[in-house]
DNA sequence: TATGCGGCCTGAAGGC
DNA sequence: TGCCTTCAGGCCGCAT
């Protein structure tokens, strides 16, 4: 599933591939795909003639500046894929939305379970105030703002077992199972515990491993764990890699014991018994 | 206010 | 072989 590094991919991808193309027309083909307009007359209208100018990324959220000021955004959720492809491709499976751009060429929406969204917002609008998630964000964990102590600050106030923690997007944003499960192995913390009981080391630990398991993604080119692909087609390959997450059974990397596996607010957790003991 | 949990959704995998 | 059940999980809304 598509989580901070696998969408900052997709994001470098389109802004390889799709600026100052510009747009000619749009078909929703999945009208609930549409979070905003409702009208997809309006939608068609807001996107047609315009060139994008840019791709930004914000948590999971993908967001483009069109030429008049305008705002499309894209949540891939669990299964979305962003498409560049000519214009003759024969359509995939549950391909939910097309862009049609100059020079015959399409950026499909693809998302096999439908969670995915996509808003288009006018200029006079904040995105904040169609996207409300997009106000309560955390900081970017690649940012400034994700600091040991801010992180420590916020843990100290919750008793939530810190992997359900780090799921939750106002703490800090673009973190999903996968990389809390590597990022909770690399500092060698047991999924279960409390965030307020984790040390001001502990939480340090945590964070310079979320960056670097980030960062490594990144570099990557995203995970291959599921359903990304990277614009083009391509997959990621940061699945070959994985210390614990879908590894359940299998020899810890480090020290051979089995990874085990449990639920934590109704999302598996993969670990290894020894290492975050 | 903080936390937990069900629902949404579809394909794959496993059991019978 | 075919049917049924379970599982996967990001986010939202509701209940506690």
């Given at each position: 599933m598509p989580e901070l590094p696998e969408v900052e991919t997709v994001r470098r991808g389109l802004n390889q591939l799709t600026l100052g193309r510009k747009i000619t027309g749009g078909e929703v083909?999945?009208?609930?795909?549409?979070?905003?307009?409702?009208?997809l007359v309006e939608f068609d209208r807001g996107i047609a003639a315009r060139a994008i100018k840019c791709w930004n990324r914000r948590g999971k959220y993908l967001l483009a500046t069109l030429d008049n000021g305008s705002t499309l955004a894209v949540h891939l959720r669990m299964t979305g894929q962003l498409l560049w492809v000519n214009a003759d491709t024969p359509l995939a499976p549950h391909t939910r939305l097309r862009f049609y751009f100059e020079g015959a060429k399409e950026l499909r929406f693809i998302d096999t379970r439908t969670f995915g969204k996509i808003w288009w917002i006018p200029a006079e609008v904040a995105p904040e105030r169609v996207i409300t998630a997009l106000q309560t964000l955390g900081p970017e964990p690649l940012g400034h703002d994700f600091t040991p102590e801010a992180f420590y600050s916020l843990c100290r106030r919750s008793r939530r077992p810190i992997k359900t923690f780090l799921l939750d997007q106002t703490v800090v944003?673009?973190?999903?199972n996968i990389y809390a499960d590597e990022a909770l192995f690399k500092s060698g913390i047991d999924p279960r515990t409390l965030a307020n009981e984790l040390t001001i080391a502990q939480t340090k630990n945590l964070t310079n491993a979320i960056i670097y398991v980030l960062g490594e993604a990144i570099d990557r080119g995203?995970?291959?764990?599921?359903d990304f692909l990277h614009v083009t087609g391509m997959n990621g390959n940061y699945g070959a890699v994985a210390?614990?997450?879908?590894?359940?059974?299998e020899e810890c990397r480090v020290c051979g014991t089995a990874i085990d596996r449990v639920k934590l607010g109704g999302r598996s957790s993969h670990f290894c018994p020894k290492c975050q003991g």
């Open positions: 083909l999945l009208p609930r795909t549409l979070a905003h307009p409702f009208s944003a673009g973190i999903g995203g995970t291959s764990f599921s210390w614990v997450y879908g590894r359940t059974g």
